[in-house]
């Protein structure tokens, strides 16, 4: 079992001194460093896309259907309200590609979009299949977040579980998540009986995606050596997988303002000028 690369972010430890970071996805000031805060448990509200299927709906066991639960089966055995797709015992009717390392998917859809931080699943019968999380980004691509090959020799286990595999959590909010199987390797059928996903709805302030722009503004009429100090990770949430603490430098340099005047001019004295002598008209003598 192991962490896959996930998405590669940064994250800020330090703000600068001297002026402000401009966030370019919406021109926002990033003011504070602070974690996502009040983690929420969900169920899946539909089922937008499966592989297979034991009976449809209308038969009322073994089907997708059964994933749309709070109240799944917590013991070890098979249970027709659980999901119970059809490859079984090495049957990879899926394999078409054989570079295709799973045989069964579910895609799920959950109320509130969320950044996930841990995801529970169910496994009632034949425990063990599931090789691969994933998380519908924004954009409409699938982001992996855990996955794993899973061992031919790898001993059955007879016992009821509750799988959460080390993801690495997401710094965009979805409601949308792909659970991928390989029953293969597992004798008898493979069942889930739920699928819970646990997340925050606010977003972390301080993260953010590799490749993403950020902008330095200085404080005004500010000039001078100002930094910001970060560190980078390829498993958010994970404090093992960031690197040691970088620091980037910003240099202002002064720039010649142009004068001005502050207050209302005033100004006093006479205006000069050339004043035209009136002639004096002389009497006509009589």
């Given at each position: 079992?192991?962490?896959?690369?996930?998405?590669?972010?940064?994250?800020?430890?330090?703000?600068?001194?001297?002026?402000?970071?401009?966030?370019?996805?919406?021109?926002?000031?990033?003011?504070?460093?602070?974690?996502?805060?009040?983690?929420?448990?969900?169920?899946?509200?539909?089922?937008?896309?499966?592989?297979?299927?034991?009976?449809?709906?209308?038969?009322?066991?073994?089907?997708?259907?059964?994933?749309?639960?709070?109240?799944?089966?917590?013991?070890?055995?098979?249970?027709?309200?659980?999901?119970?797709?059809?490859?079984?015992?090495?049957?990879?009717?899926?394999?078409g590609d054989s570079t295709l390392f799973y045989t069964e998917f579910v895609h799920l859809r959950y109320p509130l979009p969320v950044l996930i931080r841990s995801i529970y699943i169910y496994e009632n019968l034949n425990?063990?299949?599931v090789v691969r999380v994933r998380a519908l980004k924004p954009n409409g691509q699938w982001q992996t977040l855990w996955k794993r090959f899973l061992d031919p020799d790898s001993p059955e286990i007879l016992d009821f579980?509750?799988?959460?595999?080390?993801?690495?959590?997401?710094?965009?909010?979805?409601?949308?998540?792909?659970?991928?199987?390989?029953?293969?390797?597992?004798?008898?059928?493979?069942?889930?009986?739920?699928?819970?996903?646990?997340?925050?709805?606010?977003?972390?302030?301080?993260?953010?995606?590799?490749?993403?722009?950020?902008?330095?503004?200085?404080?005004?009429?500010?000039?001078?050596?100002?930094?910001?100090?970060?560190?980078?990770?390829?498993?958010?949430?994970?404090?093992?997988?960031?690197?040691?603490?970088?620091?980037?430098?910003?240099?202002?340099?002064?720039?010649?303002?142009?004068?001005?005047?502050?207050?209302?001019?005033?100004?006093?004295?006479?205006?000069?000028?050339?004043?035209?002598?009136?002639?004096?008209?002389?009497?006509?003598?009589?």
């Amino acid at each position: 079992q192991r962490r896959v690369h996930g998405m590669i972010v940064i994250e800020i430890t330090k703000l600068p001194d001297n002026g402000d970071i401009l966030l370019s996805v919406n021109n926002t000031v990033l003011n504070a460093i602070l974690p996502a805060l009040y983690e929420i448990e969900q169920w899946p509200i539909k089922v937008v896309d499966f592989s297979t299927e034991y009976w449809p709906p209308e038969k009322g066991a073994y089907s997708n259907q059964g994933l749309l639960t709070k109240n799944p089966t917590i013991k070890y055995g098979d249970s027709g309200a659980a999901w119970s797709p059809l490859t079984i015992d090495g049957n990879c009717i899926n394999r078409g590609d054989s570079t295709l390392f799973y045989t069964e998917f579910v895609h799920l859809r959950y109320p509130l979009p969320v950044l996930i931080r841990s995801i529970y699943i169910y496994e009632n019968l034949n425990p063990g299949s599931v090789v691969r999380v994933r998380a519908l980004k924004p954009n409409g691509q699938w982001q992996t977040l855990w996955k794993r090959f899973l061992d031919p020799d790898s001993p059955e286990i007879l016992d009821f579980v509750v799988f959460s595999p080390p993801i690495c959590g997401t710094v965009f909010s979805t409601t949308d998540i792909r659970i991928e199987l390989d029953t293969c390797h597992n004798p008898g059928w493979s069942e889930l009986s739920g699928i819970m996903l646990v997340g925050t709805i606010d977003k972390p302030q301080g993260v953010i995606e590799m490749g993403s722009l950020i902008n330095y503004r200085p404080a005004s009429y500010w000039n001078g050596m100002d930094s910001i100090r970060f560190v980078i990770s390829d498993c958010y949430g994970d404090r093992l997988r960031r690197s040691v603490e970088h620091t980037f430098n910003y240099t202002v340099k002064p720039v010649q303002n142009a004068p001005w005047l502050s207050g209302s001019p005033t100004a006093e004295g006479k205006q000069y000028g050339t004043k035209k002598k009136k002639k004096k008209k002389k009497k006509k003598k009589k």
